[in-house]
């Protein structure tokens, strides 16, 4: 008996030595792990920087005296003392923001775009990621079909498919709709598919023992506990796709885009400045109501 317990006592210091070792071996392995990558993505990040020429300009003037140009041209001449006179007087408020109504009336066309093409984009995305759920759908062929038409949605550029559908429909808000319909069901696609494989199966397992069908086990089994979480990117594309609305109408596609795009070609760079206020103002606003929309959803009180 005398002679086990020092044994045993051995044995044990032995063994946190020998853990406390291969903890020290992992934490310099995961160390080194770590340095590798750092060094080798900035290897890459410098290799880029180099063969992109982004630190080099074409132009006699360096880019940094480029981009101060630029931004004093952006900036309008604002009087203090004409600061709140009518659009006739050089100087105020009003002659820098002096077609508002037009810009209104054109905004109102961009947020249209925006909203019918997040929410039918969003309800086939919604559709569609059932049947690209790996845990709700187990034909490979099928889920892996989908998913791919995803990758097609969001992979081609928000440009081109409005320079496509502009052919096809002609210019105009039609071909914005379209595009931010296909661009909002591939990205949304991925996200909502993704959420649902996190999903808690049980409720559905319970509702399918009850009796209930496929319809009612994804309604009632799957939506409840991802429906926050589905509202917030769905809230948060709608806000990426007022600024992809904006864009497209600069090649025609209707919208706020074609004040831009004429503010453009006639260098009126503080015009374009005014413009581009009024469209993160808009997305201010959508943003502060998603929120609640959001907190309401979830219980949340403030």
């Not at 005398?2 to 020998?18: H, K």
């Not at 374009?272 to 309401?296: G, N």
Request: a neutral charge.
């Amino acid at each position: 008996m005398n002679d086990s317990a020092p044994s045993t006592g051995t044995t044990s210091l032995n063994r946190v030595a020998a853990i406390e070792s291969e903890w020290r071996q992992t934490i310099r392995k995961n160390r080194l792990q770590t340095f590798a990558w750092v060094i080798l993505v900035s290897i890459i990040l410098l290799a880029s920087v180099e063969l992109s020429a982004v630190g080099k300009s074409s132009v006699d003037a360096g880019w940094t005296d480029r981009i101060a140009s630029f931004v004093d041209r952006l900036i309008p001449d604002l009087k203090a003392d004409a600061l709140f006179a009518g659009r006739e007087v050089e100087g105020s408020l009003a002659s820098w923001f002096y077609d508002m109504p037009r810009w209104l009336e054109a905004m109102r066309e961009t947020v249209a775009m925006a909203f019918v093409g997040t929410v039918v984009g969003g309800l086939m995305a919604l559709g569609l990621s059932f049947q690209a759920a790996a845990n709700l759908n187990r034909n490979a062929f099928l889920r892996h079909t989908v998913r791919r038409g995803f990758d097609a949605a969001r992979t081609i550029p928000d440009v081109i498919l409005a320079l496509i559908f502009a052919a096809a429909f002609s210019l105009g808000a039609v071909a914005g709709v379209l595009t931010i319909i296909i661009t909002t069901m591939g990205s949304l696609g991925k996200l909502f598919s993704e959420c649902m494989e996190n999903a808690e199966m049980r409720q559905v397992e319970a509702i399918e023992a009850a009796g209930g069908n496929r319809l009612l086990q994804l309604r009632f089994g799957i939506l409840p506990q991802l429906l926050p979480q589905i509202l917030s990117y769905w809230l948060l594309r709608m806000e990426i796709n007022l600024s992809v609305a904006a864009a497209l109408g600069i090649v025609g596609a209707g919208g706020i885009g074609m004040e831009l795009e004429r503010a453009i070609s006639f260098t009126e760079f503080d015009t374009y400045l005014a413009i581009l206020i009024l469209i993160v103002l808009c997305i201010f606003v959508i943003d502060l109501v998603s929120e609640k929309l959001r907190h309401r959803l979830i219980g949340l009180t403030q």
